[in-house]
């Protein structure tokens, strides 16, 4: 039982820093490792997308909005594109571009750290870095309650 105990003392700091968090390591548009932590001390909106996501093509207009509405009160909208061929993502963005922040993900090896289930999926992390809220897809139908929970979070 001691060895047990000692084993996940070991493997718990392994299994928290993998955890989905703002501490992962993603690129930016010239190819450059940049930290998720940057946004840290805001609310923040992960989305997780593709160039094939039909979903993502609804949920860019609705991200743009919100960025455009609540970016002053501390709102920051971060979508990492998972395209193997960043070309793909830059079609996708010429015909729906973002107002907000993207970031890149080709090796799917943050999106493995966040266990995604579908796409787009989407995480929410409070002002602590905190993650407190996820959605796997993009429900039209569901957009007052997906504002609501970034509006509760922005007024805390």
């Not at 609705?62 to 971060?78: F, K, T």
């Not at 870095?129 to 007052?144: A, C, D, K, R, Y």
Request: glycine content about 6%.
């Amino acid at each position: 039982m001691k060895m047990i105990i000692g084993i996940l003392l070991l493997i718990a700091p392994l299994i928290a820093s993998a955890a989905p968090s703002l501490n992962h390591l993603v690129e930016d548009v010239e190819g450059n490792k940049v930290s998720l932590s940057e946004f840290k001390g805001k609310v923040v909106y992960v989305d997780f997308w593709s160039s094939w996501c039909g979903p993502c093509r609804k949920s860019f207009p609705w991200m743009n909005q919100m960025h455009e509405q609540y970016q002053q009160q501390g709102l920051a909208v971060v979508a990492i594109n998972l395209d193997v061929e960043i070309e793909l993502a830059q079609v996708f963005l010429e015909q729906l571009p973002a107002q907000f922040t993207i970031r890149y993900d080709p090796e799917s090896e943050v999106a493995r750290l966040f266990g995604l289930k579908g796409m787009p999926s989407s995480f929410i992390f409070n002002r602590q870095g905190e993650l407190v809220q996820q959605h796997t897809g993009f429900n039209l139908e569901q957009t007052s309650q997906y504002e609501q929970e970034l509006v509760n979070l922005l007024e805390q």
